[in-house]
DNA sequence: ACAATTCACTTGTATATACAAGTAATTCAC
DNA sequence: GTGAATTACTTGTATATACAAGTGAATTGT
């Protein structure tokens, strides 16, 4: 089965560029070039240029042309999940106790994160999340600590996350938008080396995490773990 | 300025969407039904549902129909980058100091990761990457150990890493076809404390990545930055 | 020598039209 | 009532054409 014209196109810029031949930063052929040479209507070589561009493979600038990216830092992409999937993708199994959920006034970081004006009272949940082996043994493999936008998920409060994860609740009630994440590494200190049953100078794994809807930011989470229980792991192909 | 007709219809078909008006699963109209809705061509009205599929929103089959997609548990992606091009990003500057180049013979992990027998010779590069501040002032900001397959990458040893992170070297050299991460955290330990310069009990995040060329396994590379000094951070729009 | 203008190219958006290929509902023959 | 054929829709690929908007080189004016 013959493949469609674009697709052609697209494998030669390909080629190229693997090749060497075209190296960053240089010059492709316009679209008028391309349409000529493979002897194609010009939106057939554009569709090819567009396509290559959306998956990052080319830049294009209006009047100015079409150019090989830049052969970036090797980079690629980590899908962080719920937790509960994570710990059932691996057949084990996943549980929470809820420590807390109550309204707190929102200090300055948090104020800033939720985007709201500081002590301003916002939603807070504190979760403790376990992993049980197959063998029984269970032990604790992250706290959540997040502050929700009480405007946005006004029933935030009388939900039961030891049921069902914050993170399944929000999605349900405001459907995601935007997110962004810092991930760090961090000593445990006293507090929390007595919610995960670990050394004070254990090494933490912490997420940072805030999610938009349409209507503005939802949440801000905290998301802590033992260094030696928990990694994230992410798989990328090209 | 008046935004373009093909995005005025992603916009509709979004706030359907996020509204619950369209539920997931449901039709969405055909392309010349928001072709005569809209009153713009066929191919104005293809173009929207065709990005909005790209970027996860709907799903399209031919002769079927178009449907929004199903409401997917959050997630989200990272993007890992040259920690050279990381440093620039927030301008300051990126230096590195090669600590050695040469041969080892592979360890039970290195082979398993590399993909080849134990005992069999790899290449091995140690580089330790500073960020100096505007102020002058200069710290360690990662150790990476990387281990190379030899077959692919016959040139490695005579790289100068110091002048070329190894990333960019490999880039080069065999194009990445696909890559896995692993990140946590942990205690830096003696040596690793000697080698950043801190305290042996203060955390680091660890990055274990692999990357294969379309010949196989290229390298297998270990990241280490204090927890205090490095994270990693991400944003995704959805 | 330098600034402004013009020109020739580029990509970006849009329309009309045509045919290919797939799906699902309707109709027809038995 | 059932299966095959037909019909009417759908999305997929492609072309030609037109105008908008941006870029950079060449030309012109001072």
């Known amino acids: 089965m013959k493949p469609a014209k674009f697709i052609i196109i697209k494998q030669y810029i390909c080629q190229k560029i693997e090749s060497g031949q075209w190296s960053q930063h240089s010059k492709v052929p316009s679209e008028n070039e391309l349409a000529m040479q493979f002897n194609v209507s010009r939106m057939t070589a554009r569709r090819a240029l567009q396509e290559l561009t959306e998956q990052g493979t080319l830049v294009r600038s209006q009047g100015a042309g079409t150019f090989v990216a830049s052969f970036k830092s090797q980079s690629s992409v980590l899908e962080i999940k719920n937790i509960a999937d994570e710990v059932q993708?691996?057949?084990?199994?996943?549980?929470?106790?809820?420590?807390?959920?109550?309204?707190?006034?929102?200090?300055e970081e948090v104020a800033i994160q939720l985007n709201v004006t500081?002590?301003?009272?916002?939603?807070?949940?504190?979760?403790?999340?376990?992993?049980?082996?197959?063998?029984?043994?269970?032990f604790p493999i992250q706290l959540e600590q997040r502050?929700?936008?009480?405007?946005?998920?006004?029933?935030?409060?009388?939900?039961?996350?030891?049921?069902?994860?914050?993170?399944?609740?929000?999605?349900?009630?405001?459907?995601?938008?935007?997110?962004?994440?810092?991930?760090?590494?961090?000593?445990?200190g006293e507090q929390l080396s007595q919610l995960l049953a670990i050394n004070g100078q254990q090494a933490c794994l912490q997420i940072k995490r805030r999610t938009w809807s349409s209507q503005g930011v939802v949440s801000f989470a905290i998301l802590t773990s033992p260094g030696d229980k928990y990694r994230l792991g992410g798989h990328l192909t090209f």
């Open 147 to 188: 502050y929700v936008n009480p405007n946005l998920v006004p029933n935030y409060l009388i939900q039961n996350f030891s049921k069902i994860t914050a993170h399944e609740y929000l999605s349900s009630e405001a459907p995601l938008t935007e997110a962004t994440h810092e991930i760090e590494a961090i000593n445990a």
């Open 89 to 107: 993708s691996r057949n084990h199994q996943h549980s929470a106790k809820q420590l807390s959920v109550k309204t707190v006034k929102a200090n």
């Open 118 to 138: 500081e002590n301003t009272e916002v939603y807070y949940s504190e979760v403790l999340h376990f992993e049980t082996l197959q063998s029984g043994e269970q």
